[in-house]
């Protein structure tokens, strides 16, 4: 086979250490096809190890910041490596292939006790959307179960403590009988580390019973929980969260969890939340801040616009909770709300009426918001 000039030139490039790898390079390794990725599986062993590690690293960061490139073909090659660190790299870049075939390379890496912790712990995680493929009857039952004990055993067994919070999270998307009492048990140990890792995976669940757990870590003094907290209030849509999350947003001066609120609300929807998305639209700070809440904006319209849907499509009659949809039925519960449906009023009057409604409901539930500079692992 007959190598193109321009996969020579990549090759040469790799194996170069005197000179970086062209930025514009880096991106021609997008979309190999077959043929490029066997020329590169040929030679990958012999590309320096510092080389291959800084390469992976640099292909990681530019997935991470354009969709469009697809890493996937040279990242099957480097799942071939022996080094830690370029495997961790590989299995990131494939974390979105859903490619049934991966699952046993990943299942012999799980079991694998010779790599390193993190190494095992990216398959743990890399697992996790397989979990959800299964639950969604798109993934053979028997190839879901091996999955799901895989992990249990990971979570039992490795003495990893990272590996067993990885697989506990990864496990979030399984409807097995076992897993509620393993969420409870990380959620109640005096460990925040833990407790994260119960946030992340009752956020998976698409399971209201967490409800309670979640609403009590919204404003944890742990900015890593909150942030877990504050994302599983929006993948279950709870429409309880939402004042304290619009109360909340303008004291927090973390990104990743000021953009986690943004996210929660536009999935959560409701009065109050279009008129703050774009008040914060209108004071952005730069052109990114203001993009990431345009889709914000665009998701609460998908997100109100399913729930008008959802609206025509069960019937009930006034006075009948249990009828309702799940968010209705918490806004009809709320009766404090039902004055302010249809009002117009501005973002000064909006912040008092939060204020004055929060005053009654922390008679209940007394919840701080604080300032933090932490991120999450």
Same mark, same amino acid.
């Given at each position: 086979? @007959?190598?193109?000039?321009?996969?020579?030139?990549?090759? +040469?490039?790799?194996?170069?250490?005197?000179?970086?790898?062209?930025?514009?390079?880096?991106?021609?390794?997008?979309?190999?096809?077959?043929?490029?990725?066997?020329?590169?599986?040929?030679? #990958?062993?012999?590309?320096?190890?510092?080389?291959?590690?800084?390469?992976?690293?640099? /292909?990681?960061?530019?997935? &991470?910041?354009? &969709?469009?490139?697809?890493?996937? $073909?040279?990242?099957?090659?480097?799942?071939?490596?022996?080094?830690?660190?370029?495997?961790?790299?590989?299995?990131?870049?494939?974390?979105?292939?859903?490619?049934?075939?991966?699952?046993? !390379?990943?299942?012999?890496?799980?079991?694998?006790?010779?790599?390193?912790?993190?190494?095992?712990?990216?398959?743990?995680?890399? /697992? $996790?959307?397989?979990?959800?493929?299964?639950?969604?009857?798109? !993934?053979? =039952?028997?190839?879901?179960?091996?999955? %799901?004990?895989?992990?249990?055993?990971?979570?039992?067994?490795?003495?990893?403590?990272?590996?067993?919070?990885?697989?506990? %999270?990864?496990? $979030?998307?399984?409807?097995?009988?076992?897993?509620?009492?393993? !969420?409870?048990?990380?959620?109640?140990?005096?460990? *925040?580390? #833990?407790?994260?890792?119960?946030?992340?995976?009752? $956020?998976?669940?698409?399971?209201?019973?967490?409800?309670?757990?979640?609403? @009590?870590?919204?404003?944890?003094?742990?900015?890593?929980?909150?942030?877990?907290?504050?994302?599983?209030?929006?993948?279950?849509?709870?429409? +309880?969260?939402?004042?304290?999350?619009? +109360?909340?947003?303008? /004291?927090?001066?973390?990104?990743? !969890?000021?953009?986690?609120?943004?996210?929660?609300?536009?999935?959560?929807?409701?009065?109050?939340?279009?008129? +703050?998305?774009?008040?914060?639209?209108?004071?952005?700070?730069?052109?990114? *801040?203001?993009?990431?809440?345009?889709?914000?904006?665009?998701?609460?319209?998908?997100? @109100?616009? =399913?729930? *008008?849907? %959802?609206?025509?499509?069960?019937? #009930?009659?006034?006075?009948?909770?249990?009828?309702?949809?799940?968010?209705?039925?918490?806004?009809?519960?709320?009766?404090?709300?039902?004055?302010?449906? &249809?009002?117009?009023?501005?973002?000064?009057? #909006? %912040?008092?009426?939060?204020?004055?409604?929060?005053?009654?409901?922390? &008679?209940?539930?007394?919840?701080?918001?604080?300032?933090?500079?932490?991120?999450?692992?």
């Amino acid at each position: 086979m @007959e190598v193109s000039n321009t996969m020579n030139d990549r090759i +040469k490039a790799l194996m170069d250490l005197e000179r970086q790898v062209p930025a514009q390079m880096l991106y021609e390794f997008s979309d190999l096809d077959a043929k490029e990725q066997a020329e590169l599986a040929k030679v #990958w062993h012999q590309i320096p190890l510092k080389r291959r590690q800084t390469f992976m690293q640099d /292909l990681v960061s530019l997935a &991470d910041n354009d &969709d469009m490139l697809m890493f996937e $073909g040279l990242a099957r090659v480097a799942l071939e490596d022996e080094d830690s660190d370029v495997l961790v790299s590989a299995i990131d870049l494939l974390f979105e292939a859903e490619d049934c075939r991966l699952v046993p !390379l990943y299942l012999r890496l799980l079991a694998d006790q010779s790599h390193n912790e993190l190494v095992r712990a990216a398959v743990a995680n890399a /697992l $996790g959307p397989y979990v959800y493929l299964g639950e969604t009857e798109k !993934l053979k =039952s028997n190839l879901l179960i091996e999955i %799901e004990e895989s992990l249990l055993k990971s979570y039992r067994e490795d003495p990893s403590d990272l590996v067993n919070r990885r697989a506990l %999270e990864a496990l $979030g998307y399984s409807g097995r009988a076992e897993i509620p009492a393993l !969420l409870r048990k990380a959620a109640a140990a005096n460990d *925040e580390l #833990w407790l994260e890792s119960a946030m992340f995976a009752m $956020g998976r669940s698409a399971d209201e019973q967490w409800e309670e757990q979640i609403l @009590e870590n919204l404003e944890h003094e742990n900015v890593a929980v909150r942030i877990q907290a504050v994302h599983a209030a929006g993948e279950l849509a709870l429409s +309880k969260a939402r004042k304290r999350l619009l +109360k909340g947003i303008d /004291l927090v001066q973390d990104e990743t !969890l000021r953009h986690e609120i943004i996210w929660a609300l536009a999935s959560i929807g409701g009065e109050g939340v279009e008129r +703050k998305l774009e008040s914060l639209m209108k004071n952005a700070d730069n052109d990114e *801040e203001a993009a990431f809440i345009d889709e914000a904006l665009e998701l609460l319209n998908f997100t @109100e616009g =399913s729930e *008008e849907l %959802e609206m025509f499509a069960v019937p #009930w009659q006034e006075g009948s909770k249990e009828e309702l949809p799940g968010h209705q039925a918490d806004e009809i519960e709320d009766e404090d709300d039902d004055y302010l449906l &249809d009002q117009d009023f501005d973002e000064e009057e #909006w %912040e008092v009426y939060v204020d004055d409604d929060d005053n009654e409901a922390d &008679d209940e539930d007394d919840y701080t918001v604080g300032d933090f500079d932490e991120d999450r692992f």
